[in-house]
């Protein structure tokens, strides 16, 4: 039986920074588009929701919602 379960989805717990940034990047590669330095994460991307980050990224533009879709799915 569970007795505790604890979530950490503001990053308290564990520092998950490099991480996103990894994966962020991992992704844009996979979709042929350049990856970003860690410090440009730290400094624009850091603790915003992926689909956030993307519009930052590619603008909301109708251009880019299939990339944006794309790259949110990996």
């Not at 979530?7 to 590669?29: P, Q, R």
């Amino acid at each position: 039986m569970i007795e505790l379960l604890i979530f950490d989805l503001d990053g308290v717990l564990i520092d998950t920074d490099l991480a996103h940034y990894e994966s962020l990047n991992k992704a844009l590669i996979v979709y042929n588009q350049l990856a970003i330095s860690l410090e440009e994460h730290l400094l624009h991307f850091k603790g915003i929701p992926t689909k956030n980050k993307l519009d930052k990224l590619f603008g909301t533009t109708s251009d880019s919602v299939e990339i944006k879709n794309n790259i949110f799915k990996t």
